[in-house]
């Protein structure tokens, strides 16, 4: 499963961590974003499996009506129709509603193609903001590939335990997200240590750097600011060491670093980061380049140097409408009306 790059830009007065998939910027303390990797939606033409295991009549029908209502709820989704894609979701999640408890001795093996289409219903409940039934659906998911043989220290499932990390982030359960995420880190880093000095699978290297960033995220939120840090930074090495200097997520992380600093005051840190990831994405990122560059301004604005950041918004503003990003655009201009208004404060005061 791919893992995408798409940034958002959260900076209403204050520097936003940036994130590949935002998903909700509501349920989660100090409006954290979270990127759910590889939560992309898939049509029903990316349900299709290279080997078709054996199903049982009665499972044929659900398969089949889960699949079409699958089907129908990504169609709506695709095009931004959430009120028209719920009904269908819930018909789907009705089909398998019973099957997500406890499992009871003698219950049938549910077969693996079946069992795939539970981890596609769990991203329509994620692009639907479901947070407790994407859980239940891709822990069921992970449960369902035990049976079938599939080792917890497969992609498949640790991909599901990253996702699964930063949905109980969002609602909170940071005891079940900081599990998850570290059983990412340990399967990741075994993988990645079989290799000795060879090249580093990249994807096995995101994975690793993603469930690092998670646990930083985590402890920011729960204001374990030094185990944040210290997250971000092992990152940071480890995508040079691993990736080289110039990997496009290197930025990114050094962006979520400086908006750990900012959120405690320490702004000269906080600069001296979102510095470099400017320098960086510049370069190797231009896609995230105006969200930094918004950032570094939300700093410069903080540390009372408002004509400094003027022309930093005014910049990241120019570059966002260039690259059509209107999400980023329409977060600038909030951002610019803080300033406005403390420029204006700060006239009447000398006044």
């Known amino acids: 499963m791919s893992l995408n790059l798409r940034t958002c830009v959260r900076c209403f007065g204050h520097i936003r961590p940036l994130v590949r998939r935002p998903l909700s910027s509501s349920p989660f303390s100090r409006r954290i974003n979270w990127t759910i990797s590889g939560a992309a939606l898939v049509g029903v033409a990316g349900l299709v499996y290279a080997v078709k295991p054996f199903l049982s009549s009665e499972e044929d029908v659900k398969f089949k009506k889960l699949k079409a209502s699958i089907g129908l709820a990504t169609m709506h989704l695709h095009q931004t129709e959430l009120g028209k894609a719920s009904p269908h979701f819930e018909e789907a999640l009705g089909v398998v509603r019973n099957e997500l408890g406890k499992r ?25 903001e479901r947070y407790e039934d994407a859980a239940k ?18 992609r498949k ?15 909170s359960d940071y005891t079940q ?6 059983h990412v880190v340990e399967v990741t880093t075994a993988e990645l240590r079989k290799n000795g000095t060879g090249p580093k699978n990249r994807d096995v290297v995101h994975l690793n750097g993603l469930a ?6 985590m402890y920011v939120s729960m204001g ?17 060491s ?21 959120s405690t005051g320490r702004l000269e840190e906080a600069s001296i980061a979102v510095e470099e990831a400017v320098q960086l994405s510049a370069k190797n990122n231009p896609m995230v380049y105006p969200t930094i560059l918004c950032n570094k301004a939300t700093i410069t ?46 006239q009447k005061e000398e006044n």
């Open 212 to 217: 690092f960033e998670g646990l930083g995220k």
């Open 224 to 240: 374990q600011i030094e185990n944040a840090l210290h997250m971000y930074k092992y990152s940071i090495d480890f995508a040079r």
């Open 137 to 154: 659906l891709y822990q069921a998911t992970v449960e369902g590939l035990a049976l079938n043989n599939i080792p917890r220290s497969s």
């Open 242 to 262: 691993a990736l080289g200097p110039n990997d496009a997520h290197i930025p990114v992380l050094l962006s979520d670093m400086a908006f750990t600093y900012q």
């Open 104 to 128: 009871n001795p003698g219950d049938p093996v549910p077969s693996e193609q079946y069992v795939y289409l539970w981890d596609q219903l769990g991203n329509i409940a994620l692009s639907l």
């Open 157 to 171: 499932i640790t991909e599901l335990f990253l996702k699964l990390g930063q949905i109980y982030a969002i609602i």
């Open 301 to 346: 604005m903080e540390k009372g140097e408002l004509e400094d950041a003027q022309k930093l918004y005014a910049e990241a503003m120019r570059i966002a409408k260039k690259q059509s990003d209107y999400s980023a655009v329409q977060e600038i201009s909030s951002n610019q009306v803080i300033l406005l208004e403390k420029l204006a404060a700060r």
């Open 177 to 182: 997200a900081e599990l998850s995420f570290l």
